[in-house]
């Protein structure tokens, strides 16, 4: 039993993906940052049409995301100036935030 257990610590440790971000971090910056108020409280219902929906997207890709405008590889006026200003850390609890919430369609309108 022990063993078995200490293997599945193993497995979980191993899989854990390098940019594990944490979620309460983000959350508490992404409210610091007013993500809402542009991607929506839900990070669904955004106040635009043309602001993107980040809830439920894939960890990895809000990674790469931000860290690209950050280092300016993807251009956007809005985006470049906010992302220059947030740690690896950041970039990471962020999305780990943003991933965990549920996406466009489980949300009911
Ligand atoms: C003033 C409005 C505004 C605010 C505030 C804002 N964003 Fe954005 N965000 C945008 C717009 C507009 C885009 C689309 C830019 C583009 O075309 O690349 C975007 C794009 C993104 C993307 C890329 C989404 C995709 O599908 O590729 C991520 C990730 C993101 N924002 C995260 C955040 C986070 C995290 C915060 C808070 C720290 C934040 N944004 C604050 C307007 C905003």
């Not at 043309?50 to 590889?73: H, I, M, T, W």
Request: hydrophobic share 40%; with cysteine.
């Amino acid at each position: 039993m022990k063993t078995k257990a200490l293997l599945l610590t193993l497995a979980l440790t191993a899989a854990a993906p390098a940019w594990a971000g944490n979620v309460a971090l983000g959350k508490t910056k992404s409210e610091q940052l007013a993500c809402a108020s542009c991607h929506g409280a839900d990070g669904v219902q955004t106040t635009a049409p043309n602001f993107p929906r980040l809830a439920g997207q894939y960890e990895d890709y809000l990674v790469r995301a931000l860290s690209d405008y950050k280092r300016g590889a993807r251009k956007n006026a809005i985006m470049g100036g906010i992302a220059s200003g947030l740690s690896k850390d950041d970039i990471e609890n962020l999305a780990a935030y943003y991933a965990s919430l549920s996406g466009p369609l489980a949300v009911k309108r």
